[in-house]
């Protein structure tokens, strides 16, 4: 095909989007008579990336946890991207679920290892002092980390386990979701008052959750699996991969979260450190305690007698 000719179909192609959308080919075109070139710096938005971070302490280290944190909150949004083509994608055939599903368990294999930043590139000192301008904010109130865990599973395997016997999926997403494993973490346990660190978390999010919950009742991930024919559920790459994914989110990730918080939080070494925002940390974190399973179904009686255990 010569130039002309390929110039030719790129036209025509142009003038079917455009005519799809009831819009003119030369305005267009014409409006490409004034664009700017596009650069890095602007595509990438970096000057506006780079200004997003603000220390409120003169300690050289808290930059490190700041810009952490925000490239965790980068990769969450990475990986609610890709759940989200998951839920989503109509006739989805296991190839492509298969291949998503490693795509967002790369993701949390990246977090995983990448605690070592902070593990060893914090001073102790410099944490245990610039740590008290935080409270009560604290790691708990990650919105997106949230939004992940209601994309991921059904809402009973997310209810604290104490009270599972008395929700189904009849229950309102009001009460599911002041029944969340977390929740415990954000209560006095002897008088059920929630802590100021989860009121103002609710304040902020609650009507995106009870949205999100709704949305992806039956979308999510679990949900998309099991509607898949049968012989597909017995896929043995799609069945390791979401084995992966799970052991990945609530296993191994948050064992490394758990060890890094133990050596700024608890640096006593005599378990008495507290949490920014107050919670119980160690139970709150630890997986024998949250007992927090994605795809139970897809784990043999003994693998789920020990999770969390093992590690």
């Known amino acids: 095909m010569s130039n002309n000719d390929n110039s030719e179909a790129i036209l025509k192609e142009i003038e079917l989007k455009y005519e799809a959308i009831n819009q003119k080919t030369e305005t267009q075109l014409e409006g490409l008579l004034w664009s700017k070139p596009i650069t890095y710096w602007d595509y990438i938005q970096t000057d506006a990336l780079l200004n997003l971070q603000t220390q409120r302490t003169t300690l050289p280290d808290e930059m490190v946890f700041i810009m952490y944190h925000q490239v965790n909150e980068l990769i969450f949004k990475m990986i609610l991207w890709e759940m989200r083509q998951i839920s989503y994608c109509e006739n989805i055939q296991t190839d492509f679920f298969t291949e998503r599903l490693m795509r967002i368990s790369r993701y949390f294999d990246m977090l995983t290892t990448s605690f070592s930043i902070m593990g060893d590139g914090m001073e102790v000192e410099q944490y245990m002092k610039f740590r ?61 008052k929630k802590s100021f660190l989860l009121e103002e978390f609710e304040r902020k999010y609650k009507k995106e959750f009870l949205a ?100």
Not at 151 to 172: E, F, P
Not at 290 to 306: G, T
């Open 212 to 311: 999100h919950m709704e949305e992806y009742n039956t979308i999510n991930i679990w949900q998309k699996f099991k509607q898949l024919p049968e012989s597909d559920q017995k896929n043995p790459e799609l069945v390791q991969a979401m084995r992966h994914y799970d052991h990945t989110v609530n296993i191994t990730w948050v064992m490394q979260h758990l060890n890094t918080a133990k050596k700024y939080i608890d640096q006593s070494g005599k378990g008495n450190g507290e949490a920014t925002g107050g919670s119980d940390w160690k139970k709150y974190m630890h997986p024998k305690y949250q007992r927090r399973i994605f795809f139970p179904e897809l784990w043999s009686s003994h693998e789920l007698e020990n999770w969390g255990v093992e590690m």
């Open 132 to 192: 008290n301008t935080l409270t009560p904010a604290s790691g708990f109130q990650s919105a997106q980390y949230r939004l992940i865990e209601f994309s991921s599973t059904d809402l009973i395997n997310l209810i604290d386990h104490r009270y599972r016997d008395s929700i189904d999926r009849n229950t309102s997403y009001e009460f599911a979701l002041e029944h969340l494993y977390w929740q415990a973490a954000g209560k006095d346990y002897h008088t059920g």
